[in-house]
């Protein structure tokens, strides 16, 4: 069973394009979202009826969520009082723009998806879509942390050895194996922060014996993206943050 999973789009329409165009060519059996639709570029709602218009389930990301019921901010991490008003920024903005429609959809999102790639009549293995961990969307499951959290996430998600957990909200991808377990992060479509423009994502296939997973990057048209934003209220840093691929100091 193939299936491709994108995370962490964050109402980038020309880079979700792009990738909903390679992935058409790779013959997988489905596509999933990890969350984080919306926030920090001015297509939440196209973006939102893409995916909606393509069939592709998925999960709440903390943007999601947090638009959706209204919560005080978005639940993003920032290191210093810049980066807190442009968050703020964003997310006001965000929340002026998305429609009434969008906003219910957001709140509807669920917080995980299983699925089982054998059918839900065998016991394993177990794929299991999160947007940040299994417990809160909001907290970032980077790749230094240790074997422990890892296991630890596995337990809160019923986890066991050949099942494999997948999660977004860093924007940066990375995979490891822990006693069997599969922890993958699909790194961002829209919003990378590994240093690198293109848009990620991640076909992952789960054969009899083993898990296979490849990173894939995709060029979109990133000029589009940025005269966008700066034809919106949007910060014109977030447009500098997306040419060098996150590493520029704006909230995650
Ligand atoms: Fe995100």
Redesign the pocket.
């Known amino acids: 069973m193939i299936y491709a999973l994108i995370?962490?789009i964050?109402a980038n329409l020309p880079a979700l394009e792009a990738v909903l165009e390679d992935i058409g060519h790779r013959g997988v059996a489905a596509t999933y979202h990890l969350?984080?639709l919306v926030?920090y570029a001015p297509w939440p709602d196209e973006t939102v009826a893409l995916i909606r218009g393509r069939g592709i389930s998925g999960v709440a990301?903390?943007?999601d969520s947090t638009v959706g019921t209204d919560y005080k901010h978005c639940g993003?991490r920032y290191e210093d009082p810049r980066q807190e008003e442009l968050s703020h920024i964003s997310f006001n903005w965000t929340r002026q723009h998305v429609s009434t429609n969008t906003k219910e959809f957001l709140a509807g999102l669920p917080f995980r998806i299983d699925l089982l790639p054998n059918g839900g009549h065998l016991a394993g293995p177990r794929v299991i879509l999160v947007?940040g961990t299994p417990t809160l969307n909001t907290l970032y499951w980077t790749e230094d942390r240790s074997d422990d959290f890892c296991l630890k996430m596995a337990g809160h998600a019923g986890a066991r050895a050949g099942d494999v957990i997948v999660f977004?909200?860093?924007?940066i991808p990375w995979h490891r194996d822990v006693e069997g377990i599969h922890f993958v992060n699909t790194g961002?479509v829209g919003?990378p922060k590994d240093g690198n423009w293109r848009a990620g994502y991640v076909v992952l296939e789960i054969g009899s014996r083993a898990v296979r997973v490849e990173n894939v990057r995709v060029e979109y048209d990133l000029e589009r993206t940025i005269l966008a934003i700066q034809d919106s209220e949007l910060p014109d840093e977030f447009g500098e943050h997306l040419r060098t691929g996150g590493r520029t100091s704006v909230p995650?």
């Open positions: 995370s962490d964050h969350g984080d926030g990301g903390n943007y993003c947007h977004g909200h860093t924007h961002s919003r995650r």
